[in-house]
Nanobody, 121 residues
Framework: QVQLVESGGGLVQAGGSLRLSCAAS????????MGWIRQAPGKEREFVAA??????RYADSVKGRFTISRDNAKNTVYLQMNSLKPEDTAIYYC????????????????WGQGTQVTVSS
């Protein structure tokens, strides 16, 4: 059973940058697809990015602005977020899936507690 802990959220002005981190423990980290999913107030969870098996995938809304990466030696996945927009404001969750590479939030079976990202205009 893998445990996930996110960090790095905060308040930033539009156009600014943040880097989220997600530290994993309790599982074979390198075998998991890792994803970032966000949820804005009053909205459904939205896929942001995933990395696993040599692949990466991004939502169209963040492509070219966000970069997902992982360090298997540190059991950590990152989300570098540049050129942030107010519509990026959400709780960002780190999630893990051992069985598949997916862009569907409901495919992930391990979740962190989330970290708040707020982008002011």
């Amino acid at each position: 059973q893998v445990q996930l802990v996110e960090s790095g959220g905060g308040l930033v002005q539009a156009g600014g940058s943040l880097r989220l981190s997600c530290a994993a423990s309790g599982g074979t980290f390198s075998s998991y697809t890792m994803g970032w999913i966000r949820q804005a107030p009053g909205k459904e969870r939205e896929f942001v990015a995933a990395i696993g098996g040599g692949m990466t995938r991004y939502a169209d809304s963040v492509k070219g602005r966000f970069t997902i990466s992982r360090d298997n030696a540190k059991n950590t996945v990152y989300l570098q977020m540049n050129s942030l927009k107010p519509e990026d404001t959400a709780i960002y969750y780190c999630a893990a899936d051992r069985l598949r590479f997916s862009v569907r939030p409901d495919s992930y079976n391990h979740w962190g507690q989330g970290t708040q990202v707020t982008v002011s205009s």
